[in-house]
């Protein structure tokens, strides 16, 4: 994994923006700090920070390649795992390297713009084509790497992440009435292709297009479609076993360690336990990670989303697979000290706690490791939230994860709030994503809405714990694969039967009768339990502080919050939902505590 960064004119010399491409280079070395390159032409300017993985020596970049009298050079981020099926049907004679990123490059320039739709992977790339003077721009299909943009006055700008963008001096470090309904209605969320600063834009999961002195045009290669599911339950249940199966061993291929996420659940379970297989078969042990916080069990409660802690599923889980077992334990102060470092991170305010952990957990995997596969994005697609399957949730007119439309917009400023009219705002964007579900005329309407929330779940939640893992963990150079992302078990399961994804009437019920050959029975069995957070009263209390020392002298946030709203919500007289079950009255105080450290960090006014 890496981090790319670039600016296209054609009509200024980009061999005089060094300086530029070295601040933008340096705000990307966290995410590539084993080297780094740059590329200078008149027309265009690339920048690459790289994290060796495959072919350390190979696949340095920007990399050129010379075909006919033509001449391409690529920046890469990503990771392709058919990379053997491609180079076959390019000619192994082809090749000089055994990286991906050639395999990207060369198969670019012989199938064109199609060449995304045969990429099995992870993946955000720009390839710049001299003798055409354009540029190629692709992100996958799921959007598990990011590549945002900012067009201005002939000139192209992007990078991996935004926090690079805003080192170029174009960027205006400004935010406009949409970027501010964003980060108040939406957030931790975001609208896909909102980038919240003013101009910045995300290229969308599944489009590419190109850069011309016409423009920048992006169309999309690949979305959820709906097809008739001809196959029987057994049948069903074999083919998403051999999807599961294919693409975590896709995904172990590496010439660094690999190790596993284990947090006793039963996707992250899964992955391991085919992981340790894989793993026996050469020889070696599996390493698993788990992580948990000081005195959660003395102050752990049970609830409807939390019905049990990890732990004992995961000792469960660790004994079975034989592995070598690593506990990263958290105490409160660093967790709360991480919330700044978090937002480095994301570029962004995020999911607070639930964020900063995850960077502390990532930052001791890297001292073992460079590659961790997850268990990311199987409640999506598989349907185990509990709003898929609650059906008076289920048929809520709104996101079911953020019904607290009301409570939100009671923090926005007197002057903001005429502006913003945060109902329409927020049922606008729902309403968008969930007419836009492709659909069978024969669907019942059972089958219509779990297509909706399919499409509400991809395109919004799941992408926000994307961002989150990819940005958590590439802040310690750490490359998190996520083998529930490959695209054919989207695809295939996006036409499954609810009946066949609901079977035994249990979350993920699918999921757990085809891969029930891997598992104990207790952890097999076990009820969905969310991410882990800190059960501790002293965070509640150490955030309540720092809140309030903010708020003692002058700061941006109270240009865009109420501040009496922030002193009632530190009395914790309100205990809503700020973001489903992940935020409630802790998360809420520490997302403005973010939220402040992102308006002083990037110096981000109102336009």
Avoid at 233 to 256: G, K, P, Y
Avoid at 328 to 342: K, M, R, Y
Avoid at 544 to 559: A, F, G
């Amino acid at each position: 994994m890496c981090g790319i960064a670039g600016m296209i004119s054609f009509k200024e010399d980009m061999r005089e923006t060094a300086e530029i491409c070295s601040c933008m280079q340096s705000a990307l070395l966290r995410r590539g700090p084993d080297q780094r390159g740059v590329f200078l032409s008149r027309n265009a300017a690339l920048v690459h920070t790289r994290l060796a993985v495959i072919d350390i020596d190979g696949g340095r970049q920007p990399m050129s390649v010379n075909a006919g009298r033509n001449t391409y050079t690529i920046v890469y981020n990503g990771e392709l795992y058919n990379t053997a099926e491609l180079r076959s049907e390019i000619g192994e004679k082809e090749f000089e390297t055994a990286s991906d990123t050639e395999v990207v490059l060369r198969s670019y320039i012989k199938w064109g713009e199609n060449c995304v739709s045969r990429f099995n992977g992870i993946f955000a790339f720009a390839v710049y084509d001299e003798a055409n003077h354009s540029v190629f721009i692709a992100r996958d299909r799921i959007g598990v790497k990011p590549l945002f943009y900012y067009e201005d006055k002939g000139t192209l700008i992007f990078a991996s992440e935004i926090s690079a963008l805003l080192e170029n001096p174009r960027i205006p470090h400004e935010i406009d009435i949409n970027g501010a309904a964003e980060l108040l209605l939406m957030a931790p969320g975001r609208t896909a292709g909102c980038g919240i600063i003013s101009g910045v834009r995300e290229v969308k999961a599944g489009y590419c297009g190109f850069y011309t002195e016409e423009g920048l045009k992006l169309h999309r290669y690949w979305g959820l479609r709906a097809a008739e599911h001809t196959e029987s339950f057994e049948e069903t249940v074999e083919h998403t076993r051999e999807l599961v199966l294919d693409a975590i061993r896709r995904q172990l291929v590496s010439d660094v360690p690999v190790c596993t996420f284990l947090s006793g659940g039963l996707d992250s379970s899964i992955i391991s336990s085919v992981a340790a297989s894989e793993m026996k078969k050469k020889g070696k042990i599996l390493n698993t990670f788990s992580v948990d916080y000081k005195d959660n069990e003395k102050y752990f409660t049970k609830s409807r989303f939390q019905p049990d802690s990890d732990p004992e599923y995961i000792n469960i889980m660790a004994d079975y697979i034989g592995g070598n077992h690593h506990w990263t334990i958290i105490d409160v102060p660093e967790l709360v000290e991480a919330l700044d470092d978090a937002v480095e991170a994301r570029g962004l305010p995020g999911m607070a706690d639930v964020d900063a952990s995850l960077l502390l957990f990532c930052r001791e995997i890297k001292k073992h490791g460079t590659v961790a596969l997850s268990g990311e994005c199987a409640d999506e697609l598989f349907g185990g939230y509990p709003w898929y399957r609650d059906e008076n949730i289920r048929m809520t007119d709104g996101f079911p994860w953020a019904q607290s439309t009301a409570y939100r917009k009671s923090f926005i400023c007197d002057e903001l709030a005429g502006e913003i009219k945060a109902e329409d705002y927020v049922y606008s964007a729902y309403r968008k994503t969930a007419d836009s579900a492709d659909k069978l005329s024969s669907d019942s309407p059972l089958e219509s809405r779990m297509k909706e929330m399919t499409a509400l779940n991809f395109h919004w939640f799941m992408q926000n714990l994307l961002e989150r893992k990819d940005r958590m963990s590439m802040y310690s150079g750490l490359e998190v694969r996520v083998p529930f992302c490959d695209y054919r078990l989207a695809e295939y399961l996006y036409n499954v039967p609810w009946e066949f994804k609901d079977y035994n009437g249990r979350e993920k019920g699918l999921l757990r009768e085809a891969m029930k050959d891997w598992l104990p029975d207790r952890v097999l069995h076990r009820k969905k339990s969310p991410y882990p957070k800190t059960h501790n009263p002293a965070f509640l209390n150490a955030v309540t502080v720092k809140l309030r020392n903010i708020l003692s002298q002058p700061t941006p946030l109270t240009d865009f919050v109420k501040k009496e709203a922030l002193e009632k919500l530190l009395t914790h007289s309100e205990r809503v939902p700020w973001y489903g079950q992940l935020m409630n009255l802790p998360q809420t105080i520490a997302y403005f505590i973010q939220l402040d450290y992102w308006l002083k960090r990037y110096n981000i006014r109102l336009k």
